[in-house]
């Protein structure tokens, strides 16, 4: 079983930076796919990054550049690092496991709960 756990959100002004973390105290999958979504209020959720088992990374136009996942097998933990952060950041970013490891963004099936984002101008 997958139990993933985020932390390293909070306010931050634009420009600014934040790494969050994902923490996976249930069992390790190597060949799972691995990343983080986000949601704004009265948004849909979207994809931000995703890292897969030979750690090949994808990431939409809005953050390439900016934001970096990565991962530490041996600590079980998957990170992402967010620098030129806008107010269009903000957001509740997920961490999340795709046991097919294909990295569709439909297929991830394991979630966490969340860590808020505050970008302010």
């Known amino acids: 079983q997958v139990q993933l756990v985020e932390s390293g959100g909070g306010s931050v002004q634009a420009g600014g930076s934040l790494r969050l973390s994902c923490a996976n105290s249930?069992?390790?999958?190597?060949?799972?796919?691995m990343g983080w979504f986000r949601q704004a209020p009265g948004k849909e959720r979207e994809w931000v990054a995703t890292?897969?088992?030979?750690?090949?990374?994808r990431y939409p136009q809005y953050v390439k550049g900016r934001f970096t996942i990565s991962k530490d097998n041996a600590k079980n933990t998957l990170y992402l690092q967010m620098n030129s952060l806008k107010p269009e950041d903000t957001a509740m970013y997920y961490c999340?496991?795709?046991?097919?490891?294909?990295?569709?963004?439909?297929?991830?099936?394991?979630w966490g709960q969340g860590t808020q984002v505050t970008v302010s101008s």
């Open positions: 890292i897969d088992s030979e750690g090949t990374t």
């Open positions: 249930g069992d390790t999958y190597s060949n799972y796919c």
């Open positions: 999340a496991a795709d046991s097919s490891g294909y990295c569709y963004t439909d297929l991830f099936d394991y």
